[in-house]
């Protein structure tokens, strides 16, 4: 019976909460430094999937941020001449929340 009463509760928090609002998932809601910076105002970079497809990167030291790179048709960019595993550009650039790694 306890059971019974632990998930019906479980499912009914889980549709309340499929009521609320939606995150704002297009600014970094910094909480380390109060920050509430649009992503396109964040410099990106670039790191190669192990298949080679290209993703841009942001990293400001506390949350990080990736998305495919797409062709203006929508085709992920796979054809890379960076090496696959590693990132380049200045993905760590504007973050003012240090990062010992």
Do not use: Q
Request: hydrophobic share 35%.
């Amino acid at each position: 019976m306890m059971m019974k009463r632990t998930l019906g509760l479980v499912a009914v928090i889980s549709l309340l909460g499929a009521c609320s609002e939606a995150l704002d998932k297009t600014r970094d809601a910094h909480v380390g430094d109060g920050s509430n910076n649009h992503l396109s105002n964040l410099t990106a970079g670039i790191w190669v999937d192990p298949n080679g497809c290209e993703h841009w990167i942001i990293d400001d030291g506390l949350e990080g941020y990736a998305d495919l790179r797409r062709t203006p048709d929508g085709k992920p960019v796979c054809n890379s001449d960076i090496p696959p595993t590693l990132a380049t550009g200045p993905f760590k650039d504007g973050s003012t929340f240090a990062d010992p790694i």
